[in-house]
């Protein structure tokens, strides 16, 4: 423990971001969202960070909203420039050029679920719970059904979001909301498998990949295949492509430089 709202530290080339109020089960407050966005961004400039690791620690990923706050109109809580503080947050994980992985370690509530969502690949402990408790306290989920729907099933997310109901891990890796869901004692395993994963492909490909599923899917047609061609002879131009193809015709691991 610290008293540091959001903990930062990096080891072998990934970035740990841990949410660190258990005793308020990781609420989202304005220093909390300052912290998470310094925090992606200090992963994003450093060219020693492959992956981002997002967790928490205690019993509560996260729980949304500082509901003490809003209740009382603090204007920096959702009452007032709360919810601007989630966009950047939430702006940050989608524009960012590492891949980042929600080791999601328990109950996850409100604009917590908009943090898993809007990583790019999100594990779950089988006992962690899930409610999107917004409509049980009288406010919609505005913000985060902007990352929730790129995700999610239509009629699972008319479920889970108008009912406000609390489910387990199971139900919304059906509903689209996370990647996987692994045993407590298998959790960290798990994580660190997809991270080695993710830690084989090259840095600007990674980069590049995660451009491409933000931006293709909006265009039409031609205008993705206009702007796919342009990427694809980039990057089949690029140093990184001609060390991992040289390094698959010489059956070797690739020697990535690091990102920039």
């Known amino acids: 423990m610290t ?21 308020s089960k990781n609420r989202l407050d304005a220093a909390g969202m300052a912290a998470l966005a310094d925090h992606l961004a200090s992963a994003a400039a450093d060219g ?17 909203a500082d509901l003490s706050a809003a209740a009382s109109g603090d204007t920096e809580g959702f009452a007032g420039s709360g919810p601007d503080a989630l966009v950047r947050v939430l702006t940050a994980m989608l524009e960012h ?18 943090l898993v969502a809007a990583c ?3 594990i779950a402990s089988s006992d962690a719970r899930f409610a999107f408790s917004e409509v049980r306290v009288g406010v919609a989920p505005a913000v985060i059904s902007v990352v929730c729907l790129q995700v999610m099933h239509r009629r699972d997310a008319q479920e889970l979001l108008l009912t406000g109901e609390r489910v387990d891990a199971e139900r919304v890796l059906r509903a689209g909301l996370i990647t996987a869901v692994a045993a407590p004692e298998e959790l960290d395993a798990m994580v660190a498998s997809y991270v080695r994963s993710l830690m084989a492909g090259g840095p600007h490909a990674l980069a590049g990949t995660k ?10 047609q031609s205008e993705a295949f206009e702007l796919t061609a342009r990427v694809s002879a980039g990057f089949f131009a690029s140093a990184e492509a ?7 015709l010489e059956k070797r691991p690739p020697a990535w430089l690091p990102g920039e």
């Open 3 to 23: 008293d540091e709202p959001v903990r930062y530290g990096v080891e072998g080339g990934v970035a740990t971001i841990t949410l660190d109020r258990p005793e």
């Open 48 to 64: 020693a960070v492959r992956v981002v690791v997002l967790t928490g620690t205690g019993s509560t990923f996260c729980a949304g």
């Open 97 to 114: 050029p590492k891949p980042i992985v929600a080791r999601v370690q328990g109950h996850v509530a409100g604009g917590g679920n908009g």
């Open 120 to 122: 790019d690949i999100a």
């Open 211 to 220: 451009d491409l599923l933000r931006r293709v899917p909006d265009l039409a």
């Open 242 to 248: 001609r060390e991992g193809m040289t390094a698959f």
